[in-house]
């Protein structure tokens, strides 16, 4: 699966493990840089590489859409995106642990 700007990714590999991100820019067909709006600011975003992350379907329209046209995107809405989608992945995660 191909990253695109403000899709939703986990971390699959390092310190950061199991933490969720929005990628934010695209480097090149192995690496992302990603944000979580909080740990790692907009500002200062993650260089991950593709094999680290585990990708989802799941693709925040507005931030999306604003990425792209070169709008910057501000921490509180990274941090509001990820807020929804990520609640319920941890949900899932916790109730598979006997």
Do not use: W
Not at 3 to 31: E, H, K, M, W
Not at 45 to 72: A, Y
């Amino acid at each position: 699966m191909e990253p695109r700007l403000g899709q939703l990714v986990v971390s699959a590999a390092g310190r950061d493990r199991g933490r969720c991100y929005i990628v934010t820019r695209i480097f090149d067909s192995n690496t992302v840089a990603v944000t979580d709006g909080m740990y790692r600011p907009v500002s200062n975003p993650k260089k991950k590489n593709l094999r680290h992350l585990m990708m989802t379907r799941t693709i925040h329209s507005s931030l999306s859409e604003k990425l792209l046209r070169g709008i910057d995107v501000t921490n509180e809405e990274v941090r509001e995106a990820l807020k929804i989608k990520c609640k319920a992945k941890v949900e899932r995660t916790d109730c598979s642990h006997g």
